[in-house]
């Protein structure tokens, strides 16, 4: 390749102005969250565009991209006039309503690719665990899955998963696939239950009882396969959900 | 061998009175925590989370004392101690920059997704025993996010368990501490704690955080010196010595 032309491809890649590369849909997701998890409530007005998007780093034209998107999915609405602005809407709804927005911020590619790092994280976490877990650490697992057995609602459910993910990690004696366990699950730990429905959900509350006993049982081979195939199946559901959603 | 037990023996009398120091640290918040409890009882007033912000100032110089070594240290109550929390960890840390914070846990109860700490090794030997424990190492998700110890003695107030003082001490650091003289032996050498979970140890092949048992105990490893009443602070550290003879 010419001098020049590897030139042009280093300052096109290297300097690419960020707000091309799916900038709006970042600030529109983490808006959705923000939403989600209650930390913006119904009726709320929005700061300032231009000061909302010096806080998110972006520029005012991506937060306008940004905004735009949740007007679409209903969950902002724009006043003018004196009395104006961006006002959050988000009427209580059942949590899967809420969710589903934020899945379709995530494409397809993106939600392969965190599969594919939960997957190679929890996989590693099952395999480590089952070499390293006192049986004190295993009977802490045995009960987090009870819970996860008795959960009634999708709230529970994903948040008893996400404590038996990072009890595992815990188990592993690693604190650094640990702080990965917590931050893919507080990065997308709401979506993971969302398409999980009727018998489903006793299938993957099996999956989690089968992957304890591998641990439990000190079968590092088959808790890194249990583990991984899990995640792959969740990350799975979450695919075929999210092409739904643009299925006409 | 024995002169290795004596060597081996003189390390972990080393380590318990460094640890010690930290213990000493931990009854004394125990005893404010107790005292408050007790005034508070003596005046017929219900206890609240807030009365227990009087530890701060000795979880602080604490952590600013024993800097590197205590990541965090403080007061969790049982349950129903506090009239207005049915749980409640009153916890400090101290960050990079030495900046003393509160540690903020959901511990509610009521919706069964919070964080229920009585079910910890650190709060369950000291209630058991009614004597300090060393618990761990083990990663702690909730205040360090490191591999830690936490040492914790139980509180009491006329007879009423009320929860327990502690001290987070951070594992890597308590390598640290041992590893000059686990070199020094000469041989292979493991310190273990009492269920077979490695600490440190002056080899590649025997790794902190591995569980000592079955296939993985390496042929020729045998205890040298352990837990005994002639240490330093007895019963304080349950951890064992290992090399091989």
Known sequence: ?248 | MSQLTDRGTALLDGLTRRIGQVLSRVEEIGAAAESITGAARAAGRELRRADFAGVRPLAASLLREQAGLVAGAGVVLAPGVAADAPRAIEWWWADAGSRISQLHVDTDARSGEGYDYTTTEWYREPERTGRPAVAGPYVDFICTREYTFTLAVPLHSAGQFLGVAGADILAGQVERLVLPGLADLGRVAVLATGRGRVIASNTASILPGTVLRGPHLPAGLVPVAGPDEGSPVPGLLPWTLLSTS
């Open chain 1, 1 to 248: 390749m010419p001098r020049s032309a590897l030139a042009t491809v280093r300052s096109r890649t290297l300097f690419a102005p960020l707000d091309a590369a799916g900038r709006a849909e970042a600030v529109a997701r983490r808006l959705v969250q923000a939403i989600t998890l209650g930390l913006l409530l119904d009726g709320e007005c929005l700061p300032a565009e231009s000061e909302l998007a010096s806080q998110f780093g972006v520029s005012p034209v991506t937060l306008r991209e940004a905004l735009a998107m949740l007007r679409v999915m209903g969950l902002v609405e724009t006043r003018r006039g004196r009395q104006g602005g961006s006002f959050i809407r988000a009427p209580d709804q059942l949590p899967a309503t809420h969710l589903e927005p934020q899945l379709r911020l995530l494409s397809v590619l993106e939600l392969r690719d965190i599969g594919d790092h939960r997957a190679a994280v929890a996989g590693a976490a099952a395999q480590l665990a089952s070499q390293r877990a006192l049986d004190s650490d295993v009977h802490t697992l045995r009960e987090h899955v009870g819970r996860l057995r008795g959960a009634t609602s999708l709230t529970e459910r994903r948040r008893t998963d996400a404590r038996i993910h990072i009890e595992i990690a815990a188990a592993a004696q690693s604190p650094r696939l640990t702080r990965q366990e917590m931050s893919l699950w507080s990065e997308v730990g709401d979506l993971i239950w969302l398409p999980v429905t009727g018998d489903q959900v006793a299938a993957v509350t099996a999956e989690h009882e089968a992957l304890v006993d591998a641990i439990g049982q000190g079968n590092p081979d088959r808790a890194r396969q249990l583990a991984e195939r899990h995640v792959l199946a969740e990350t799975e559901r979450l695919i075929e959900l999210r092409l739904g959603m643009d299925t006409p």
